[in-house]
């Protein structure tokens, strides 16, 4: 809590508040005056915490753009010249090709995720069979584990199918990680979806099958968007299970480091005396696209991660 | 409708089983078996040694030590984030009174979508962010704001991260601040399906902001707090890859151990020490924590569901 307090006296209640609402459904009354003294209160709280996460965010942005000097002198140093050649460098350090890894290794790991993360929901939620329970809660029990746990024997285990620093070996663990949250969402989400029309095709003579993919996958949309963005998210993020399992095997093995991966190894590669600008500038190049991806389907994103969980 | 239906069940289950139980449920298995050995991890030979790595923990300090900082993120993250997060939400969707009724604040939508930020950034990105902001000279954020307003020495500027008393409460920070948006447009979403009648029937009560908060919403989003709540514990008890990048010493940790946790403990075990059967006992601790925590979170705080 220190560091909230002290900000206040630095960012100031008084921060205009965001005029425009996006969403702003419930205000057909036009701008009536809302109580003075409250409104001054949460909007203050609000516009406070709002800095607090754009400020230090811009901030660093600018580093990109400043010389190693400039962000050593002080905190407040503004860059002397805009140029773009610390994302030239950042870009060539390897943020490219971490990039690149990561989205190779995404657009497996997540489709994947999500179909057998479904299949497995659905059989648990709508079909009864014996062990029926025992599986679900199985699935459900590697949620709350720490991946620490897990992470000395799957580095032998790995090895030992020889898919070490292997695309398709860092996408099968992926999958498997994200399978017990997965099977939890999608569990809840099958089970209120209404078993009239799952009936209706069963007397039309559908098969099961059929069903699943042509009816109850359909109907599951909203949850699958939820977790499909959930596992986007995580496995993105991810950042020790690439530690392990992505090492160069040998001098000739290419660096298929993902970009999380990457980008604190080049971190770690400097310190003080390194290339901050470059790091900042690999740090903007990665966060770019999320913000955009953010932007763009802020709505889907939030809403769909929260729908779920509120089941 | 009968035929067919195993053949369906078994193909359904068989690859998203296989695929969890080789990756995920066999090496957990294998950490508990490794905890009672001596392997080193770099050969593959081993001798089973009984309780011997746990009766070892009873007696290591710097394993105290991270046992006890791991309890503070414990506490203090879900705590804090909950606080802020229930906070905010409720501002924001109670918040606009007058009009006659209870609506959003102006700019909801905006603010919704900036606190929410920090939850899609990889933690990579957390990690070079904060590293700058927590900068022990005059160039860091927080020194540099400190010192723009007067209340830091230029000449002696805070050692956030190389401070003993300091470095875990600026590790908690750090996921307060990333977790907090994620929390709110959670607890914003379970308020919206509370019916407006609700707060607005509170309103001609005469309840105030405070009773309505406490009265009312806390109340009808107990299911939810309770959610976020484990998950809080479960990412507070990872606390990995912040500690290990921001703090001092291999795998942080420092200084000292003041910033140590389990997990950056079990990591210096097993690759630098070359102590993997003691690595997997504190693998095994962490495992019982967790559900210690998961558990008695359900339990105690279970109460009667409300329906509206």
Redesign the interface.
């Known amino acids: 809590?220190?560091?909230s307090t002290?900000?206040t006296?630095?960012g100031g209640p008084a921060q205009p508040?965001?005029?425009?609402?996006?969403?702003?459904p419930?205000?057909t009354?036009g701008e009536?005056?809302?109580?003075p003294g409250?409104?001054v209160f949460?909007?203050g709280?609000?516009a406070l915490?709002?800095l607090?996460?754009?400020f230090?965010?811009v901030?660093?942005v600018l580093?990109a753009f400043k010389t190693d000097r400039e962000?050593?002198?002080?905190?407040?140093?503004v860059p002397s010249n805009w140029a773009l050649d610390a994302f030239q460098r950042g870009w060539e350090k390897g943020v490219g090709d971490y990039l690149l890894n990561t989205v190779i290794v995404m657009a497996f790991s997540i489709p994947l995720t999500m179909l057998?993360?479904a299949?497995?929901a659905?059989?648990?939620a709508r079909?009864e069979?014996p062990g029926n329970r025992f599986?679900y809660y199985?699935?459900v029990a590697?949620a709350?584990?720490?991946?620490?746990?897990?992470?000395?024997?799957?580095y032998f285990?790995?090895d030992r199918l020889g898919m070490l620093n292997t695309y398709q070996g860092l996408i099968?663990?992926y999958?498997?990680?994200s399978?017990?949250f997965t099977?939890f969402f999608l569990h809840s989400f099958f089970r209120t979806l209404p078993t009239a029309v799952h009936e209706a095709a069963?007397i039309d003579g559908a098969?099961?099958?059929r069903i699943?993919f042509q009816i109850m996958l359909p109907m599951a949309k909203p949850g699958l968007l939820s977790v499909g963005i959930f596992n986007i998210?995580g496995q993105?993020?991810q950042?020790?299970l690439p530690l392990t399992l992505m090492q160069q095997q040998t001098g000739t093995d290419p660096d298929r480091s993902v970009?999380?991966?990457g980008?604190?190894s080049i971190?770690?590669q400097q310190g003080y005396a390194g290339d901050l600008p470059a790091?900042?500038a690999g740090?903007t190049i990665?966060?770019l696209p999320?913000?955009v991806v953010?932007?763009s389907f802020?709505r889907q994103?939030?809403?769909g991660?929260?729908?779920a969980?509120?089941k | 409708m009968r035929q067919g239906k195993y053949p369906f069940i078994l193909g359904f289950l068989v690859a998203p089983v296989g695929l969890y139980l080789v990756f995920v449920i066999w090496p957990y298995l294998q950490t508990i078996g490794y905890s009672f050995t001596d392997w080193s991890g770099q050969t593959q030979t081993f001798d089973f040694v009984g309780l011997d790595n746990y009766t070892r923990l009873f007696g290591d300090e710097v394993f105290h030590n991270a046992l006890r900082n791991n309890l503070q993120f414990l506490v203090f993250v879900p705590v804090l984030t909950i606080l802020l997060a229930l906070f905010f939400a409720f501002m924001l969707n109670v918040g606009g009174r007058g009009g006659g009724g209870v609506q959003p604040v102006r700019g909801a939508g905006l603010y919704r979508i900036v606190f929410f930020f920090p939850q899609v950034l990889s933690i990579a990105i957390l990690a070079i962010l904060f590293q700058a902001v927590y900068r022990s000279d005059g160039a860091g954020l927080l020194n540099g704001i400190l010192i723009a307003v007067g209340l830091g020495d230029p000449a002696s500027p805070v050692e956030w991260l190389n401070s003993p008393d300091l470095v875990r409460w600026c590790l908690i920070m750090v996921l307060v601040w990333s977790g907090v948006g994620f929390y709110m447009v959670l607890f914003s979403a379970a308020m919206q399906s509370i019916p407006r009648d609700v707060f607005e029937a509170a309103l001609l009560d005469g309840a105030s902001r405070t009773q309505t908060f406490f009265r009312v919403t806390l109340p009808l989003l107990w299911d939810t707090v309770q959610t976020a709540w484990v998950f809080l514990a479960i990412l507070a008890m990872d606390a990995f890859l912040l500690v290990s990048t921001l703090t001092p010493g291999q795998y942080g940790g420092g200084p000292d151990h003041n910033s140590e946790v389990l997990a950056t403990y079990l990591m210096r075990n097993f690759n630098v020490f070359g102590q993997a059967g003691y690595a997997c006992a504190i693998g095994v601790v962490m495992l019982v924590l967790t559900l210690l925590i998961s558990v008695i979170t359900l339990r105690a705080t279970r109460r009667d569901r409300i329906e509206f």
């Open positions: 809590m220190a560091l002290r900000e006296a630095e508040a965001p005029r425009r609402s996006p969403d702003g419930r205000r009354r009536q005056p809302e109580a409250l409104n949460s909007h709280f609000l915490w709002a607090m996460i754009v230090p965010l901030w660093i580093g962000i050593g002198a002080s905190a407040w140093s057998l993360g299949m497995a659905y059989v648990l079909y069979f599986v199985f699935f590697g709350m584990f720490p991946v620490f746990l897990a992470l000395v024997p799957l285990m790995v099968l663990v999958i498997a990680y399978l017990p099977v069963v098969s099961h099958t699943f998210l993105w993020n950042y020790i970009l999380a991966q980008l604190v971190m770690q790091l900042y740090m990665a966060m999320v913000l953010y932007l802020q994103v939030q809403s991660l929260t729908a969980t509120l």
